[in-house]
Nanobody, 127 residues
Framework: QLQLVESGGALVRPGESLRLSCVASGFTLDWYHVGWFRQALGKEREGVSCITKNADVTYYSDSVKGRFTISRDNAKNTVFLQMNDLKPEDTAVYYC????????????????????WGQGTQVTVSS
């Protein structure tokens, strides 16, 4: 059974940092490209970052560029999202997702590209 499990979400204050983890089980993650998405209450799910299977290309949305860093450790079957300088507008449930299809700048943030999703982890940024 293919499964992704996110962790690391928490309640933090503006300006603080968090690192989210996405661990795969039931399959070898290094065959897959992995994206991070988020969904705020009452809003559509949006793509924030993606890393290719070999970690040679990364993508970021404009809203997180310069503050978030995606990385992966294929030996641990894990992808990370380091989030710095968090803002209240970063509050959302964060999901990781995997795809065998190579992402492009136009598709990395499209939910239809990904076929395996985690259950999400809550990130709340509030003073």
């Amino acid at each position: 059974q293919l499964q992704l499990v996110e962790s690391g979400g928490a309640l933090v204050r503006p300006g603080e940092s968090l690192r989210l983890s996405c661990v795969a089980s039931g399959f070898t993650l290094d065959w897959y490209h992995v994206g991070w998405f988020r969904q705020a209450l009452g809003k559509e799910r949006e793509g924030v970052s993606c890393i290719t299977k070999n970690a040679d290309v990364t993508y970021y949305s404009d809203s997180v560029k310069g503050r978030f860093t995606i990385s992966r450790d294929n030996a641990k079957n894990t992808v990370f999202l380091q989030m710095n300088d968090l803002k209240p507008e970063d509050t959302a449930v964060y999901y990781c997702a995997a795809t065998p299809v190579s992402p492009t700048p136009r598709t990395y943030d499209s939910t239809w590209l990904y076929d395996t999703w985690g259950q999400g982890t809550q990130v709340t940024v509030s003073s």
